[in-house]
């Protein structure tokens, strides 16, 4: 109990800005922290990782565009496509089975697929399916990573990744 109140402590103790999402793929924000601690799970790295942000460089590497952090003005929000793959998961098998489908149209219009590369992500979806879901019961990180891959690796739809 001692430790759950003393991580709430050190987050309320940092400005709100420090734990806004920029454009990194780290649960912690944009900025050093977030590169320190890419790829680590938990609540520790997070903390870490927001609290270094806030710290020390979100401002100056937002200022910059640097550390993964982005100038365009846009705070990112992939927490929402991963809730909705998980709240979805089973009808976007489905829809990424065929190529078609309205849980796949809605995944499209959430990470702002634009209408002429609509066709192309259905299209890669359905061609990659064994991958997004490569197995029965994939997590909702697994799926999350397999179609970052996806997108990635398809010149039209690269810039679609970050979305997600």
Not at 20 to 28: I, L, N, Q, T, W
Not at 33 to 48: D, N
Not at 128 to 135: H, L, Q
Not at 139 to 143: L, N, R
């Given at each position: 109990m001692l430790k759950k109140l003393a991580v709430i402590a050190v987050i309320a103790a940092f400005p709100a800005g420090a734990m806004?999402?920029?454009?990194?793929?780290?649960?912690?924000g944009c900025g050093v922290?977030?590169?320190?601690?890419?790829?680590?799970?938990?609540?520790?790295?997070?903390?870490?990782a927001m609290t270094t942000n806030g710290t020390f460089?979100?401002?100056?590497?937002?200022?910059?565009?640097?550390?993964?952090?982005s100038q365009d003005g846009v705070v990112k929000s992939n927490w929402k496509t991963a809730m909705f793959i998980d709240?979805?998961?089973d009808k976007l098998a489905?829809?990424?089975?065929?190529g078609s489908g309205e849980a796949l149209e809605s995944l499209a219009k959430l990470i702002g697929v634009k209408d002429q590369d609509k066709a192309a992500f259905f299209r890669a979806t359905k061609e990659?399916?064994?991958?997004?879901?490569?197995?029965d019961d994939p997590?909702?990180?697994?799926?999350v990573a397999s179609l970052k891959q996806v997108l990635s690796a398809d010149g039209q739809l690269a810039q679609y990744a970050q979305a997600i």
């Open positions: 806004a999402a920029g454009s990194s793929d780290a649960s912690g922290g977030s590169k320190v601690f890419e790829g680590q799970r938990g609540v520790a790295p997070q903390v870490l460089w979100q401002t100056v590497a937002v200022t910059l565009g640097t550390s993964g952090c709240s979805n998961k489905r829809d990424m089975s065929t990659n399916f064994a991958r997004i879901f490569a197995s997590t909702t990180d697994q799926v």
